[in-house]
Structures are given as C-alpha cells and as structure tokens.
C-alpha cells in the first residue's frame, strides 16, 4: 500500500474525524496508534508517530498543505466544511481548490478534479 502519512495526537479522535470530513467507510487500527484509510488511489495513514518524537514533545505538524484530498464538486466540499466547524485557511481559491487545518494543526487541501 502506497500512502501518505499525517502526525496526529489521538489516533481514534482523528480517525473519527477524518472518516466523518472525508466520508472514510473503512480502514484498519495497528498498534494502537497507526489508522489506516482505505480510499482511492494513494492511502492515508494517521499515525501518532511515538518514535519520532520525544515523550512531552509536542507533535510536529504540516504547517503548508502536505495533502490533497479531490473533489467533484469544490463548493459543496467547502460548504460541508465550514459548516462541520472545520479551521478554513482559505476562501475557495481560483474556484479550483482550498486549504483548512486538522484538528491538530496540520494544513492540508482540497481541490476539484477538472
């Protein structure tokens, strides 16, 4: 499986959220702090990464858009954002894309497949 990864600081909270914003149907727990998202195309693991950091280290997190999710529909995607309480960065940008923050601060984008 070929997947991004993205640092997060509770690994149930974040797989709640990202399945909920990214209608995530499936996926798998490892470890207790590793979720695996079944999805299209490159997969996403949400990882609270206990290795890399120190204990009492706050998480490093992506402070550009590390990922980009596509959408059909760039309006309705932004729609259910701002209306799920999601941190928009933001407005929708040249009506093709726009970015917001996880939970844990991580920037990342959506942007409408053409």
Known sequence: MRAVFIPV???KKAKEW??????I?????YFDHIFAAEMDGA????DTMPMWRKEN???PTYNVPAVQFGTNDIKASFQFMKENGVELVTDIQHD????????DGNMLMVCEDK
Do not use: A, Q, R
């Open 9 to 11: 600081s509770n690994v």
């Open 18 to 23: 990202y399945s909920k914003m990214l209608g």
């Open 25 to 29: 149907e499936n996926g798998e727990v």
């Open 43 to 46: 997969g996403m693991i949400l």
């Open 57 to 59: 280290e706050d998480l």
């Open 96 to 103: 093709h894309f726009f970015v917001f923050k996880d939970p």
